[in-house]
Each structure stands twice: as structure tokens, then as C-alpha cells.
């Protein structure tokens, strides 16, 4: 009989629950405090606090925080530039919720680029 490779896997749910430090966003990005800090001034990330030591993020502050990394690292966009490219992705993402909650069930699936994809959403009985 083959062996199993079983690995253990252990994570944080990061929901707007779950509260980071701005130590413990540092660790979770895998950056130093300067590079949080300059996320604050510029409008990439809000932060609840008036002072650093005081900061209290979202779980969903990890996310943008690492959105915006990829950006600068892989486009070589600045801070200001992420945060509002972030913010339009956010936007887009709740109107496209919003719309598919407004269309029901029945509602033709679409493509990301925004074509129709020939399937039929089908509620099934549980």
C-alpha cells in the first residue's frame, strides 16, 4: 500500500472580525512597518487608531495590503495609484454581486471579460 502524504495546513479566517496590529499586518505581509506606514498616508489601507502603536486593521486589511504589494512590485504602481485601483476592483466586485442578487437564480452566467456563457443556474432541492 502507497504511503499518504498528509500535511497539516493552519491559517486565520480573515474576516472583519479578526483585528491585526499593525506588527501582526507587518508579519502577514512579510513587510516592515515602514512600508504599512506608507500604505496609511497614501490611502491604501485605513486603519482604526491615531497612532501606530494604536492601529487595530480588518482581517480584509491582509488582502488589500498584499493587492497592493503585487501592484507596486509587479507594475511598479505607486501607493496612491493601488489604493485607487483597489478601490475600483472593490467597486467592480460589489456591482457585480449586487447584479447577480438583483437577477435571481435564472440569471445567464457571464464570463469576467462579460460575455454570456451558455449555462443555466439551476436551484436544486436540498
Do not use: Y
Amino acid at each position: 500500500m502507497a504511503e499518504r502524504d498528509l500535511r497539516a495546513l493552519s491559517g486565520t479566517l480573515l474576516d472583519e472580525r479578526t483585528v491585526f496590529g499593525l506588527r501582526e499586518l507587518c508579519a502577514a505581509c512579510g513587510v516592515h512597518a515602514e512600508i504599512v506606514i506608507e500604505m496609511v498616508e497614501e490611502g491604501v489601507l485605513e486603519p482604526r487608531g491615531a497612532e501606530p502603536a494604536e492601529w487595530l486593521f480588518p482581517g480584509s486589511a491582509v488582502t488589500r495590503a498584499q493587492k497592493a504589494l503585487k501592484l507596486a512590485r509587479d507594475l511598479r504602481v505607486n501607493w496612491p495609484g493601488a489604493a485607487l485601483a483597489l478601490d475600483l476592483l472593490e467597486e467592480i466586485e460589489w456591482l457585480r454581486s449586487h447584479r447577480r442578487r438583483a437577477a435571481g437564480p435564472t440569471a445567464r452566467a457571464r464570463s469576467p471579460e462579460g460575455a454570456p456563457v451558455s449555462a443555466r443556474l439551476i436551484r436544486t432541492p436540498a
